[in-house]
């Protein structure tokens, strides 16, 4: 069992900056990916950027450069750094944790943070 808690997210202009947080508690030694997606209005969830358990990261093709995934010390927490951020970013963003230990398999979600923007 996983527990995601999400903040972060706001209004901001065009050009404007960012930072979400997901913080992770329970089993988190099972988790083995941890990532962000995002969901606009009548738009499918989409993924937004993933870290994976050895330190490895993926972004979708229309965030590179503008965004970055991280996590802090203790590897219960990831970041969502949103720079350079555009009209179409505007979406709600939700926290992913994927378990998947000693054959057990599952996906947690958070509650989702609002993010837009607008001028």
């Known amino acids: 069992q996983v527990q995601l808690v999400e903040s972060g997210g706001g209004l901001v202009q065009p050009g404007g900056s960012l930072r979400l947080s997901c913080a992770a508690s329970g089993d988190i030694f099972g988790i083995s990916v941890m990532g962000w997606y995002r969901q606009g209005p009548g738009n499918q969830r989409e993924l937004v950027a993933a870290f994976t358990r050895s330190g490895r990261t993926n972004y979708a093709d229309s965030v590179k450069g503008r965004f970055t995934i991280s996590r802090d010390n203790d590897k219960n927490t990831v970041w969502l750094q949103m720079n350079s951020l555009k009209p179409e970013d505007t979406a709600v963003y939700y926290c992913?944790?994927?378990?998947?230990?000693?054959?057990?398999?599952?996906?947690?979600w958070g509650q989702g943070t609002q993010v837009t923007v607008s001028s």
């Open positions: 992913n944790a994927h378990y998947n230990w000693m054959g057990r398999e599952n996906d947690y």
